[in-house]
């Protein structure tokens, strides 16, 4: 298999198991993973800048971030949060175990195929361990921000305030 398939699926299959998660929950999650890819793109180009690893293939029209960061990151990210939101313990041993196994196992095997150059550092598990615990408090934060709503259905008679008309008044002058 070549590389450009690797990438490829690792960019495309993983998307392709949401198929099989609920849409509330989706909906849901889904800022988080987009969180997870933003902290994930400021990780890489940190890391890249320090010289702690070296990107040397990603497919079209990536130029220096993993394809995995928008395929596997953020898909892994709304699974681990489906099954363990609300059990903070369970969801922080789960995605160390889960980072251990991607740090010490997938990006030393991309390694070998020569995608990427990278040497498993203790710097990469305590970016890890801060990534999760960002990861949970912003799902906390986002949980928090939405007003819920009492009524269950919208008329369609609703409009914007700024389509309503001026109310007409006598006083009423025209701009200089």
């Not at 450009?4 to 495309?12: D, R």
């Not at 130029?63 to 099954?83: A, E, H, L, R």
């Not at 059990?87 to 995608?115: E, H, K, S, T």
């Amino acid at each position: 298999m070549s590389n450009q398939v690797l990438l490829l699926s690792m960019l495309i299959i993983p998307w392709l198991t949401l198929f099989l998660v609920k849409k509330n929950d989706i909906k849901r999650f889904m800022p988080v993973a987009f969180f997870s890819i933003i902290i994930s793109v400021i990780v890489t180009e940190a890391g890249i800048t320090t010289g702690l690893w070296n990107i040397w293939e990603t497919t079209f029209p990536l130029s220096q971030i993993p394809t995995y960061t928008f395929g596997i990151i953020p898909v892994v990210v709304i699974w681990i949060f489906k099954f363990t939101y609300g059990q903070f313990w369970l969801y922080f041993v789960l995605d160390c175990v889960l980072n251990l196994v991607f740090v010490y196992l997938i990006l030393p095997l991309l390694a070998g195929r020569g995608i990427l150059d990278f040497t498993p550092a203790p710097i990469h598990i305590i970016t890890s361990v801060a990534h999760d615990v960002l990861l949970y408090g912003y799902q906390i934060w986002q949980e928090g921000i939405f007003a819920r709503s009492e009524q269950t259905s919208l008329s369609l008679n609703l409009h914007p305030a700024a389509t309503k008309p001026l109310p007409q008044t006598e006083d009423r002058r025209e701009p200089d």
